[in-house]
């Protein structure tokens, strides 16, 4: 028996014929996209929508006779989709950090695109960020967010079909994503390239996302909801809001790729940085917060520092976050005031984002010596650390004299990456290690001595990328504003490119680094389900039927 | 009430509650995180009282400051180029000769012009100006269209074979393609034009060709190209007698450009840039040629 074998066989017939259902509609929809645009390169997503859904209907298809689940789903959760998404996250992972890499060597040495079309610059950098933003930093949110709340709230998901909906729904919005990026196809948001018949998609696998969520958690059976699920429903719920004002866009046919924003000039800009700062808001900063505020404690073995930091920090994030996007268009059309208003929020933002990461630090008294001799631990630790740096630097970057200089420099790219690298990875790397052997029900993990590697190059290559970009960021932004007494510039651009030479190829090498990292962590992953004996002793979970106190 | 389980570690209490393991202590929020709030906020709202910052209706609060980004941006430009007056207003109006006269003037040419270069030509012609196939070298004698700043400033600003209606024309036929010469013919030109600039390709073999060549030069070339072969920077015809090329002197390329034809392009400037920038780059581009040994 198959892995897929015993994932289908755990839905009743009942399931596994609505499950079908949902492929045929899939698939259906597949076809009429390819034959509407059968002139078109939306033919081929068409297509690629109609192979994706055929290929799973053909799974069920052939496995619609099996016998009937025994599990009492009442006493136990579900984690099946849980372990698909780890597996998606880490593919996504090493898909998108490759490509990461190869434009950073593109930067470097531009023949590296080879005279081809498809791999210039222009198309292979939107497969990076969304193969990493959404591909692998989604599904690790879809993955931990499944067992998290199932966890906390001692329930079991409300659904056996729409959890694998979310998830490959999800998985099929990114191919759809990156694919069109390759094939030409984009509607030049960053964040947002994909165009209107993907985003429509995402908009249905989003809200059952929302449904299934809300569902699950009112059936808890604790009487507080966990802090990590505050974190997660707004992650869901403000991601579906960005998201649909953001692409509220006009197709110049069924059968075309291309559509209209309906958003004119400067608004359009400011819809897109609205989305785009929240997109790192709610996106890479709540749902990862769900994820340590989980992780974290259960790793150090010890209680969170401050229940009302929690709640100050919640909040604070929530509501000065939605404020901050003007602040990426900074001395541009867009009226001062907006500007204004963009900047100081941002500034009022830093309270409760060190406060988030003070927390988590201080959640670590006590537990010090783990954090020495647990590389598991220390990701989430040094992820702490860089979501404080990197959101103090956010804030800084958001003044308006500061982003006189660092606006349009590596200096940007350079916060990004202390965030997304430092942050965003590493908490999640962190949170897998821990996860994995609890879901596989696994001793531990294969390799500490693994661990403590792929900790390393990540450390490695997060700091020689974010000094790189420092470095030449500033540079930049000196030599473009830096006049002679003639009062001419010093400098044409071409100048600056010659002078970010060397730190784009440290740069590269940085990145290289982390992804060498990513690999060992998915070598760890396998080995630890291939090769660790079955753990016989480990301290469970709480069940979904234990009794609860002064229930 | 039950009193709630207290933390070892810390001392705290926790909050009572449980999720799978997790527990929270009740850990009151520290006193510098509200000071750093309060903080945070009384710069925030200062700083709505100075500038502009809140929108009512359809205008919005001005600010004490009385600061607009528009109109700052109006004064640092009118700002900047005042600075630049006292050598753009020269390099705009006086004559070139006695601009080049001027040794201070020219250093600052130099300057102002190299970022002028990077900025608009270097994509085509090279950072150092050393140009690239199809791209003339600009830092030579070897001229199209004439390398004084005079003959420099009309080419930036009409352009070649480009949008502007007195646009500079300079077309090379295709005359093998449209037939206006036989293949042979084209072979023999070619051996000719490519023994001007490399005299030891003329041996007992090779001097039929070229003597054929000779002929159709005559016939076909020389109205453009000079009897000698020399060029005539007036219709930008290019000299084939040196050893300078624009698309490449050796044998393969010189047939392409005899069979195919050549059509450069310039673009024009005239409405991208100030006067003083044209004339600038006009005497930059002058100075590079003159300034080689």
Same mark, same amino acid.
């Given at each position: 028996m198959n892995a897929t074998d015993r994932m289908i066989g755990r839905l009743t017939s009942g399931e596994r014929q609505a499950a079908l259902i949902l492929c045929g509609l899939t698939a259906l929809s597949g076809a009429a996209l390819g034959l509407a645009g059968r002139n078109d390169v939306v033919g081929w997503h068409g297509l690629l929508m109609l192979l994706f859904a055929g290929g799973f209907g053909f799974l069920l298809m052939t496995r619609l006779d099996m016998a009937e689940p025994t599990e009492d789903r009442g006493a136990s959760y579900y984690d099946d989709p849980i372990k698909a998404g780890i597996v998606l996250a880490m593919a996504w992972a090493v898909f998108g950090m490759f490509m990461g890499v190869w434009v950073a060597a593109q930067l470097a040495w531009?023949?590296? *695109?080879?005279?081809n079309g498809w791999s210039t610059f222009g198309r292979l950098r939107p497969t990076h960020t969304t193969g990493v933003i959404f591909g692998f930093g989604g599904n690790a949110l879809i993955a931990t967010s499944f067992h998290v709340v199932q966890r906390t709230s001692r329930a079991r998901l409300a659904g056996q079909v729409s959890p694998w909906f979310v998830l490959l729904g999800y998985n099929l919005f990114c191919l759809l994503a990156v694919t069109g990026y390759l094939l030409g196809i984009t509607q030049s948001k960053e964040y947002a390239e994909a165009e209107w018949y993907a985003d429509l998609w995402l908009v249905v696998v989003w809200v059952t996302y929302f449904v299934l969520y809300l569902r699950t958690i009112a059936r808890r059976r604790e009487p507080h909801i966990y802090v990590a699920n505050w974190y997660f429903m707004a992650f869901i719920v403000v991601v579906a809001i960005l998201h649909i004002v953001n692409n509220l866009a006009l197709p110049?046919?069924?059968? *075309?790729?291309k559509s209209y924003t309906i958003w004119p000039g400067v608004q359009d800009a400011m819809v897109q940085w609205w989305y785009g700062h929240n997109a790192v808001a709610f996106f890479l900063t709540a749902g990862f917060l769900g994820m340590l505020y989980y992780y974290l404690p259960v790793r150090a073995q010890r209680p969170i520092f401050s229940y009302r930091l929690s709640i100050l920090s919640f909040w604070g994030i929530t509501f000065f976050y939605m404020w901050a996007g003007s602040h990426h268009l900074h001395y541009t059309a867009l009226p001062h005031w907006v500007q204004t208003l963009g900047m100081t929020f941002s500034v009022m933002l830093l309270v409760p984002s060190w406060a988030s990461a003070g927390n988590a630090l201080l959640t670590l008294n006590g537990a010090w010596h783990r954090v020495r001799d647990d590389a598991t631990l220390r990701f989430m630790m040094a992820a702490a650390v860089f979501y404080g740096l990197s959101t103090f630097e956010g804030s800084f970057l958001a003044i308006r004299p500061v982003n006189a200089l660092s606006h349009y420099t590596d200096w940007t790219v350079g916060h990004v990456h202390a965030g997304a690298l430092g942050w965003v990875a590493l908490i999640t790397f962190g949170s897998l290690y821990t996860l994995v052997p609890t879901l596989w029900k696994r001793?531990?993990?294969?390799s500490a001595a693994l661990v403590e590697v792929h900790f390393w190059l990540s450390i490695a290559g997060t700091l020689i990328y974010v000094f790189a970009m420092w470095n030449s960021g500033i540079i930049q932004g000196l030599m473009w504003r830096t006049y002679t007494e003639d009062g001419a510039?010093?400098?044409s651009f071409v100048d600056s490119l010659v002078a970010m030479y060397p730190y784009y190829i440290a740069r590269a090498f940085g990145g290289l680094l982390f992804l060498i990292g990513a690999v060992v962590g998915c070598y760890n992953m396998w080995m630890t389900v291939r090769a660790v004996p079955q753990a016989t002793s480990r301290t469970g979970d709480q069940p979904v039927a234990a009794a609860v106190p002064g229930e | 009430m039950a009193v709630n389980e207290r933390d070892p570690v810390t001392g705290r209490e926790t909050t009572g509650h449980e999720w799978n393991g997790i527990k929270e202590l009740d850990t009151p929020v520290p006193r510098g995180v509200l000071m750093f709030l309060i903080l945070t906020h009384i710069w925030a709202i200062a700083w709505w009282f100075f500038v502009p910052a809140w929108p009512i209706g359809t205008t919005y609060t001005k600010g004490l400051l009385g600061v607009d980004q528009q109109t700052t941006v109006e004064a640092r430009i009118i700002e900047g180029q005042s600075e630049r007056a006292p050598w753009a207003d020269r390099v705009a109006s006086e004559p070139y000769d006695s601009i080049l006269a001027d040794e201070g003037l020219m250093q600052t040419v130099r300057s102002a012009g190299d970022q002028l270069f990077g900025d608009n030509?270097?994509?085509?012609?090279?950072r150092d100006a050393r140009g690239r196939a199809g791209y003339p070298d600009l830092t030579d004698d070897d001229w199209l269209w004439g390398g004084e700043p005079e003959t420099i400033e009309q080419t930036l600003r009409l352009g070649i074979n480009a949008a502007h209606p007195e646009s500079r024309i300079a077309q090379m036929p295709a005359f093998g393609r449209d037939q206006m010469l036989e293949r042979t013919q084209v072979r023999d030109v070619a051996a000719y034009v490519f023994a001007l600039s490399n005299p030891d390709y003329s041996t007992e073999e090779t001097i039929d060709r070229i003597e054929a060549g000779r002929e159709v030069f005559a016939t076909s070339c020389a109205a453009c190209h000079g009897d000698n072969a020399e060029g005539m920077a007036e219709i930008g015809a290019?000299?084939?007698?040196?050893?300078?090329?624009v698309y490449g002197g050796d044998m393969e390329t010189i047939i392409a450009s005899v069979h195919g034809g050549r059509q450069g392009h310039m673009p024009t400037w005239d409405e991208r840039m100030t006067d003083a920038e044209i004339r600038t780059l006009s005497l930059y581009v002058h100075d590079l040629a003159a300034r080689q040994p």
């Open positions: 531009p023949d590296l *695109h080879f005279d110049i046919s069924w059968g *075309h790729a001793e531990r993990m294969y510039l010093a400098y | 030509c270097a994509a085509c012609h090279g290019p000299n084939l007698a040196d050893d300078r090329w």
